[in-house]
């Protein structure tokens, strides 16, 4: 790991480079800058006429490091009466994984560059009809769970339409989307405060570790129905979202079952200051092949909070999924939880420094086992602790992310395999 850790400590001179530079001219360009803008005019994200969904994702303040209006297109012009627009971005970013020799053969194997997305998308809008198609342009397609082996492929990552029915109060969205669960799983690449999602939402992938389930959900093609509601206590005020889809992964061809999933999202705001949301979903899923099919029952809760003040804000989250197998007596019903909580504030010249603690256990209770049983499944918990610093020019689509993540485990599956990681984000 040696040598890439020299590699690694080369970019991050560079990084804090570039922290430094605009730091230096900021003092002698605010005034200057500040007078360009107003006599040239300049528009705002909004009067450039980007496209926003009319079903709205969850509020993504909390997520320090986004940026304002990330991945929302710019007018390009007008077809069939849609103000349409082009937009998306690029993350880029270099790993260094600890290598574990005695216990794995494939972590912090492939230290190096990668891209970690690349999203491009048309939108558009006319009176209370707008769509979104976009696609993801690297998508990982691993060969097997635990290997370095896979391909990257594109795909279509949004595929909606929308119709404002009752404008503030009553949307349809359908489509290919995110449903309304977790608030982490809404926000986009492009909005993240840290380089990945939390290991609770996202699982242990690739080369990071002995992989695992995530408890955050995928898009799937569905409709959703979305609101607000204002219940006059000012700033006190009610989002809602309700979906129902085919509860399989945007990925498969089919439903993989004659059943649906039911989502439902419930929102709090105080002004902007305060977003406390809960959500809850049941879905049942199929696996095997014909004639060996077995049904699993999954049924989830989350219970999320985001609190900012200035350029202070705060994260936490939690998210529990039961699975039950109701044609087979003999499988154990599991229970598998996460939670995380973040914090981070943006200082002077864009600096957000942030940390992020976060844990999943993907078989934290049997309840029908014996305790002796239980304890022996109950081995697979992941606690990360990350620890993050962005540099957000004011104003800017360009973004710089240095991540460190310190990973806990059970002694079971322990190995080392902490993570460096630098990124490089456009968004256009």
């Known amino acids: 790991m040696q040598s890439s850790l020299n590699s690694f400590f080369v970019f991050a001179a560079c990084f804090c480079f570039f922290l430094a530079a605009p730091s230096a001219a900021a003092a002698g360009e605010a005034d200057d ?186 898009r799937e093609v569905g409709i959703t129905l979305a609101g607000d509601t204002d219940v006059g206590l000012d700033p006190l005020a009610f989002s809602y979202y309700v979906a129902v889809t085919n509860g399989t992964p945007a990925s498969e061809l089919l439903n993989e079952n004659q059943s649906l999933a039911g989502y439902a999202r419930l929102e709090a705001h105080v002004g902007d200051f305060v977003t406390l949301g809960g959500a809850a979903y049941r879905n049942m899923r199929t696996y095997g092949d014909i004639p060996d099919l077995l049904d699993e029952l999954h049924i989830g809760f989350a219970g999320d909070l985001v609190v900012q003040e200035g350029g202070a804000w705060l994260r936490l989250d939690f998210v529990q999924r039961q699975v039950d197998y109701p044609e087979v007596e003999t499988e154990l019903s599991r229970i598998s939880r996460g939670f995380g909580a973040s914090v981070g504030y943006r200082t002077l010249f864009g600096l957000e420094p942030a940390y992020r603690i976060a844990y999943l256990d993907p078989a934290a209770s049997f309840p029908e086992a014996s305790p002796d049983l239980a304890a022996q499944l109950e081995a697979s918990e992941v606690l990360h602790h990350t620890v993050g610093l962005s540099w957000l020019p004011d104003d800017e689509p360009f973004a710089v992310q240095l991540n460190y993540t310190h990973s806990r485990e059970n002694p079971a599956r322990a190995v080392r395999n902490d993570r460096l990681e630098l990124l490089g984000r456009l968004v256009f």
């Open 33 to 218: 800058a500040a007078e360009d803008a107003a006599v040239s005019g300049q528009e705002t994200e909004k009067e450039q006429g980007s496209a926003e969904p009319l079903v709205e994702s969850p509020d993504s303040s909390g997520g320090g490091a986004g940026v304002a209006g990330a991945g929302r297109p710019g007018t390009l012009g007008s077809v069939g009466g849609f103000e349409l627009g082009l937009g998306g971005y690029l993350r880029s970013v270099f790993t260094v994984i600890d290598h574990d020799e005695a216990e794995s053969d494939f972590i912090g194997r492939n230290d190096g560059f990668g891209m970690a997305s690349v999203r491009f998308g048309v939108s558009g809008s006319r009176d209370r009809s707008e769509f979104e198609i976009s696609l993801d342009g690297t998508v990982a397609v691993a060969d097997t769970a635990n290997t370095a082996r896979g391909q990257v492929a594109v795909r279509v990552a949004d595929a909606w339409g929308g119709y404002d029915i009752v404008p503030g109060a009553l949307a349809l969205q359908f489509g290919q989307q995110k449903p309304p669960f977790d608030a982490e799983s809404l926000l986009s690449n492009a909005e993240l405060p840290f380089i990945g999602r939390s290991v609770w939402n996202r699982g242990v992938v690739g080369v990071e570790g002995w992989n695992l389930e995530g408890l955050g959900v995928t």
